[in-house]
């Protein structure tokens, strides 16, 4: 279940509200808890053990190196300890199958028989969300002990901070000092009408993005994956890549714009994610303003331990690799993710050493990011390479020709989501906020008219919702 399902918005959103905020202050960590795992739940139910064992594990280790706060050697081994099993617990469950298949294609490959585990691979299928809840759990442990918070005594608030249903699945990535403020005060979880109102149009805005821009122009993708390479043109290839990079955009920070509104509801603040990142002029820049919440998880807890710039260019040309080597396997279990991330580690390099000593700063640095992204998301987006490089093939000229009549017809159908996603990735919310702040009768007007066209959006989303199968979420899988 995800936040763009009928029954979430219908049936599980409601009812969760309503008990929320009716149970007493000292109820509410405990209802948060029921609800998150009744959630998780509907996604996997057999794997609420994995997500207990894992949370279990880091409570126990935090625990741990409290009571030996003066003994470092024992409390470097708890957090090895809480280190080795959560990522043995995603090599195990995200990537073991990964594994499995292609150490059995190596020995195809040498000409020998497949025998044992590689004879008959077993299906191991993907806990959702494993990647975000795992990276919670061993944040946690690494804060403890490092000293930067303190050990969470009480079970039933820290099992709350890690199954904190609006961002259990998908992130955004939350650290333990985001939310424990808002756990350990009561007070900031009560009602509040001011929040209440700003967290509904949070999530209405993410609604909107995921269901009327990003399920539309992902099925234009889809459209142009699907074509034959034969009858794949040079501009159905770009339009195919363009409509990509609007739907994983509006796909994950609508997603996360959702997270936030939810979280706004009940008296959070999680951090933000995403911050207009297709105005970006290079692979640095946009790194700065997508998928914020991983960027600075890794930042933290692997670039800087590995030395980050302290220890000269070579060094920290290499840790960038090791960091973007991670990132891009992170994403997923297939190699693709992996070339992916070796493919941004090149760019940033590159740009560190050379390029933005150059054009930095230049009029031809958009177009250089617009090329870049629009490479980088087609290996994302193609976990196949021998479709990966028929794609790339039509991209440049060898499918059906600069363009055929049937593109003209594709882009007459999909003209508006187009133009409406464009318009969405820049950063027009400014000019609204001036607006709105203009004057007192300006601001009278777009206070009616804010909610009207949200009211609006809702009612739209739940009609497509209703009459249209295609909802994919892509970062479901990650």
Known sequence: ????????????????????????AKLKTTWILFG??????????KYIALLLISSVIDFCNGRFMEKFDSKPGIRRIFLVISLVLNL?????????????????SLVLLAGATPVGILADIPSIVLPVGISFFTFQTMSYSIDVYNRKVKAEHNFI???????????????????????????????????????????????????????????????????????DVSSRSVLLSIIGVFAFSLQIYFDFSGYSDMAIGLGMIMGFKFPENFDHPYVSKSATEFWRRWHMTLSSWFRDYVYIPLGGNKKGLLRQCFNILIVWALTGFWHGASWNFLLWGLYYADLLILEKVVLFKKFGKAWGSHIYFIVITFFGWLIFAIDDFKVLVSYFGTLFGRGAGIFVISDFYTLRNYALVLILGIICALPVRTRWNKLYNFNRDTKLAARWIRPAFYLICFVVCIACLVNDSYNPFLYFRF
């Open 36 to 45: 998150s795992l009744a959630f998780y739940a509907f996604s996997g139910p």
């Open 88 to 104: 043995g617990m995603l090599a195990i469950f995200k990537y073991g199958m990964l594994f499995l298949e292609s150490a059995k």
């Open 1 to 24: 279940m995800v936040f763009s399902d009928i029954p979430f918005l219908i049936y599980f959103l409601p009812v969760f509200m309503v008990v929320y905020f009716i149970v007493p």
């Open 157 to 227: 608030d820290y099992m709350a901070f890690v199954c904190l249903f609006p961002q259990l699945i998908a992130g955004p990535i939350v650290r333990y000092k985001d939310v424990m403020a808002e756990l350990n005060d009561k007070d900031s979880l009560k009602f509040n009408f001011s929040r209440y109102s700003d967290g509904i149009t949070r999530f209405l805005r993410g609604l909107f993005k995921k269901v009327l821009i990003a399920n539309q122009v992902g099925s234009l993708w889809d459209l142009a994956l699907m074509t």
